[in-house]
């Protein structure tokens, strides 16, 4: 059996890592302090081949969510999940990604 080498996507900072994660099925993105870099994967069910949206991060994300507002665009961190109608809560997971990304 081969080995399915994931797919690696560098999108131009954590907003936009926010607005993909906001999509997923799983709004969750993980965030290495060490290596300063965040990331979350798409597994598209037709390929079997892992996408991994990632950014390298200038400054770690404060807060345990980023919420998303679909309507103004704008995006926000806490440490509570947001009640808002509008906002996707992103949920921030603090991991070490290892070797994972290049």
């Given amino acids: 059996m081969s080995k399915v080498e994931p797919l690696s996507i560098e999108v131009s900072g954590i907003d936009e890592l926010v607005r993909v994660a906001s999509t997923l099925h799983t709004s ?3 965030v290495d302090d060490e290596q300063k870099i965040a990331f979350t994967f798409l597994m598209p069910i037709a390929s079997l081949t892992p996408i991994i949206y990632y950014t390298k991060l200038e400054e770690v994300p404060m807060g345990k969510y980023a919420h998303f507002n679909r309507i103004t665009g704008k ?9 808002e109608p509008n906002e996707v809560s992103v949920l921030l997971i ?3 990604a290892g070797k994972l990304l290049p």
């Fill in 94 to 96: 603090k991991v070490r």
């Fill in 28 to 30: 969750v993105i993980n």
């Fill in 75 to 83: 995006i926000r961190f806490s440490n509570e999940v947001s009640a």
